[in-house]
């Protein structure tokens, strides 16, 4: 089971972090990956961070801007967003899988768990 937390509502150029955190199993050995949905649209890919921690990339809206980290021994993903816009309000929602690799990170298919989804609204 994955939990999201850590929106909010921010003013344009802040920062926010969010967390996805697991339970029921060992996080380390999987690949996470974040999308955000705005009412109306698809769900779009954010970012995504490998079981190995150190390999990550992100959608080039986000890119810059944008870091994932993981902490296994909390079994949490961390999304740290800066320099916020208003283009970034979303509702914001963590994956993970097993059986991701590195060509499709960025696909919703990949991945077999999701969170529920965190409120992130930046004003102008």
């Known amino acids: 089971q994955l939990q999201a937390s850590g929106g909010g509502l921010v003013q344009a150029g802040a920062s926010l972090r969010l967390s996805c955190t697991a339970s029921g199993c060992s996080f380390r050995t999987y690949t996470t990956g974040w999308f955000r949905q705005v009412p109306g649209k698809e769900r779009e890919f954010v970012g995504v961070i490998f079981r190995s921690g150190s390999t990550t990339y992100f959608a080039d809206s986000v890119k810059g801007r944008f870091t994932l980290s993981r902490d296994n021994a909390k079994n949490t993903v961390y999304l740290q967003m800066n320099s916020l816009k208003p283009e970034d309000t979303a509702v914001y929602y963590c994956?993970?899988?097993?059986?991701?690799?590195?060509?499709?990170?960025?696909?919703?298919?990949?991945?077999?768990?999701w969170g529920q989804g965190t409120q992130v609204t930046v004003s102008s």
């Open positions: 994956a993970a899988s097993e059986r991701v690799i590195y060509s499709s990170g960025y696909r919703e298919s990949a991945y077999d768990y």
